[in-house]
């Protein structure tokens, strides 16, 4: 009897690495987020857009919006939506399945975020974890690598590591917005420029 709990206590112990493997595996889909989604989160089903009330799902890569009383699922935004700056706005991440289900309650809550301004994004972040994001401008590089590319040593006259950052963000990238439309490639450009 004493050897089976300790058997069974060996095997519990032996099988809890695995299964905290898979958790982390399952948990993280950071390289999936766009661009201009906000930094801080390893794992994002949905962002919810208060100030065009309206959801993005970050594993299809949809906008998810109201239209003629019908959820619509589309790789970008209506063109109602022409002038909404996709890195300017504020997002609230939101991980149900079905996010718009909660519409109602979800419009009341986040309404106070409507003009809300300066939630810093991926795109700007020198966060290393951030480099795996498609479009990133320090993307598929170590953190030694990008702060050595933007040294004050560098000679070819980036700047600092910061500055470097700040003129990236004024460049246009199709990828940026994670085909959230052409028309919102004016949101990149003035956001690098301001506030992070």
Request: charged share 30%.
């Amino acid at each position: 009897m004493r050897k089976l709990i300790v058997l069974g206590i060996l095997g519990i112990i032996g099988w809890m690495p695995f299964k905290a493997e898979a958790q982390v595996s399952i948990s993280l889909n950071i390289g999936s987020q766009p661009l201009w989604g906000p930094v801080g989160y390893d794992y994002v089903d949905n962002y919810y857009l208060p100030e065009i009330e309206c959801y993005y799902n970050v594993p299809r890569r949809q906008f998810i919006y109201m239209d003629n009383s019908r959820w619509i699922f589309s790789a970008s935004l209506p063109s109602r939506y022409r002038g909404y700056d996709l890195y300017g706005g504020y997002k609230v991440v939101v991980n149900s399945r079905d996010p718009y289900r909660n519409f109602d309650r979800d419009r009341v809550t986040y309404a106070r975020y409507r003009s809300v301004r300066g939630q810093q994004v991926i795109r700007y972040s020198n966060d290393s974890r951030y480099y795996v994001v498609k479009g990133h401008p320090h993307y598929g590089m170590s953190h030694g690598q990008a702060k050595k590319y933007y040294s004050r040593d560098n000679d070819r006259g980036h700047g600092n590591w910061d500055r470097g950052d700040r003129d990236h963000g004024r460049g246009r990238d199709r990828d940026d917005h994670d085909r959230g439309g052409r028309d919102h490639d004016r949101g990149g450009r003035d956001h690098g420029r301001g506030r992070h």
